[in-house]
């Protein structure tokens, strides 16, 4: 049996920093979730600032320090994806710096390549001798504000590339895992786009084994089709506040807290696979388990499995979420005081908000 654990969002941002530096893990509540596995994979979100570049069409942005990086050093992750919206945050410097530090760790990266030559969609990997290829990109709707005189080897999404990669991969008689940035419409949503289901349907139709997906900063539903499993989001692994040019962009109280440790268990003779979900939670920085959010994500299930072959229904899902989410942001998901929030209050703010 191969196992193989996958998380979603990580940036060691803000009080990370300040972590490292007093020789404190935040991860000791987990590190034996990922020392019993054959392979970690993960989203790392911050790039590592050494020479204070940043890009200025990317708000806000995510970096810290390159040595802080050796905090992920227990969770012996071997492959972390930079097929993201933040790959340029720091720009060139930023992406070398970054890779160079993912080396140090004794892993490696997908989602980009400095090569030109080497396509950056896909990455083959032989675990206990069996062929995996590992398939990233990120949707141009994500927004990665990566200015028009640069051109990086990033996998920009698109259904007829990854189909090709799909083939590619399938006639090599590999397990195809995909692992993408999508949903930027949803993004702190719960539910996905209407495109990612008919897409992810469609590369599990086509060979893919399994669709891991991130981007929206919440646990999203995950499904079986055809007996594959889909996971539309696995929410934030670990994140703090964010801190730009003197301004403060919260992740909240709940919803960007949250996350999921997802766990495959592979057949080494076939491509049959089971699974476990391990929910966790972000408290003051420190990851640890919280299997208290499984009912929440229960939920979250059935009232997809309502919705998903409907799209009148997704429609008006898709329609009140845009419209009410911000008003449950404020007042649920701000940790600014009572009072604060309503001398930030606006009418005039909500109305226009409203006639959008």
């Given at each position: 049996?191969?196992?193989?654990?996958?998380?979603?969002?990580?940036?060691?941002?803000?009080?990370?920093?300040?972590?490292?530096?007093?020789?404190?893990?935040?991860?000791?509540?987990?590190?034996?979730?990922?020392?019993?596995?054959?392979?970690?994979?993960?989203?790392?979100?911050?790039?590592?600032?050494?020479?204070?570049?940043?890009?200025?069409?990317?708000?806000?942005?995510?970096?810290?320090?390159?040595?802080?990086?050796?905090?992920?050093?227990?969770?012996?992750?071997?492959?972390?994806?930079?097929?993201?919206?933040?790959?340029?945050?720091?720009?060139?410097?930023?992406?070398?710096?970054?890779?160079?530090?993912?080396?140090?760790?004794?892993?490696?990266?997908?989602?980009?390549?400095?090569?030109?030559?080497?396509?950056s969609f896909?990455?083959?990997?032989?675990?206990?001798?069996?062929?995996?290829?590992?398939?990233?990109?990120?949707?141009?709707?994500?927004?990665?504000?990566?200015?028009?005189?640069?051109?990086?080897?990033?996998?920009?999404?698109?259904?007829?590339?990854?189909?090709?990669?799909?083939?590619?991969?399938?006639?090599?008689?590999?397990?195809?895992?995909?692992?993408?940035?999508?949903?930027?419409?949803?993004?702190?949503?719960?539910?996905?786009?209407?495109?990612?289901?008919?897409?992810?349907?469609?590369?599990?139709?086509?060979?893919?084994?399994?669709?891991?997906?991130?981007?929206?900063?919440?646990?999203?539903?995950?499904?079986?089709?055809?007996?594959?499993?889909?996971?539309?989001?696995?929410?934030?692994?670990?994140?703090?506040?964010?801190?730009n040019e003197?301004?403060?962009?919260?992740?909240?109280?709940?919803?960007?807290?949250?996350?999921?440790?997802?766990?495959?268990?592979?057949?080494?003779?076939?491509?049959?696979?089971?699974?476990?979900?391990?929910?966790?939670?972000?408290?003051?920085?420190?990851?640890?388990?919280?299997?208290?959010?499984?009912?929440?994500?229960?939920?979250?299930?059935?009232?997809?499995?309502?919705?998903?072959?409907?799209?009148?229904?997704?429609?008006?899902?898709?329609?009140?979420f845009r419209?009410?989410?911000?008003?449950?942001?404020?007042?649920?998901?701000?940790?600014?005081?009572?009072?604060?929030?309503?001398?930030?209050?606006?009418?005039?703010?909500?109305?226009?908000?409203?006639?959008?």
């Amino acid at each position: 049996m191969i196992v193989i654990n996958f998380v979603g969002d990580i940036s060691l941002n803000n009080r990370y920093e300040e972590l490292y530096r007093k020789g404190i893990s935040p991860f000791s509540k987990i590190e034996p979730i990922f020392s019993h596995s054959d392979y970690n994979i993960g989203n790392l979100e911050c790039l590592c600032d050494d020479k204070g570049e940043v890009n200025q069409l990317k708000k806000p942005r995510l970096k810290t320090a390159p040595e802080v990086l050796q905090l992920l050093s227990p969770l012996r992750f071997n492959m972390l994806n930079l097929a993201h919206n933040h790959i340029y945050d720091a720009r060139e410097s930023g992406i070398e710096c970054t890779c160079l530090k993912i080396n140090e760790l004794g892993a490696d990266y997908i989602g980009y390549n400095s090569n030109r030559q080497i396509p950056s969609f896909i990455r083959y990997i032989t675990v206990k001798g069996k062929l995996f290829a590992i398939i990233s990109a990120v949707h141009p709707d994500t927004n990665p504000h990566i200015p028009e005189d640069v051109t990086l080897n990033l996998p920009s999404y698109s259904k007829e590339i990854l189909l090709k990669y799909i083939a590619e991969a399938k006639s090599k008689s590999a397990f195809i895992i995909l692992f993408l940035h999508w949903g930027g419409r949803v993004e702190e949503g719960f539910i996905p786009d209407w495109y990612q289901m008919q897409d992810a349907h469609n590369f599990v139709d086509k060979g893919a084994d399994l669709v891991i997906g991130g981007h929206s900063h919440t646990v999203q539903p995950y499904e079986v089709y055809k007996g594959k499993y889909i996971f539309y989001s696995l929410g934030n692994f670990c994140f703090d506040d964010i801190e730009n040019e003197g301004i403060m962009y919260p992740i909240g109280r709940f919803r960007k807290r949250r996350g999921i440790i997802v766990t495959i268990m592979v057949n080494e003779h076939n491509d049959s696979y089971t699974i476990k979900i391990i929910p966790v939670i972000n408290r003051r920085c420190y990851i640890i388990p919280y299997a208290g959010y499984r009912l929440n994500m229960l939920i979250r299930n059935v009232y997809f499995y309502l919705i998903k072959n409907h799209r009148w229904l997704w429609r008006i899902n898709f329609k009140l979420f845009r419209k009410l989410s911000p008003f449950y942001l404020y007042i649920f998901e701000n940790t600014d005081s009572l009072s604060v929030k309503f001398s930030k209050f606006s009418m005039a703010k909500v109305l226009k908000h409203l006639r959008k």
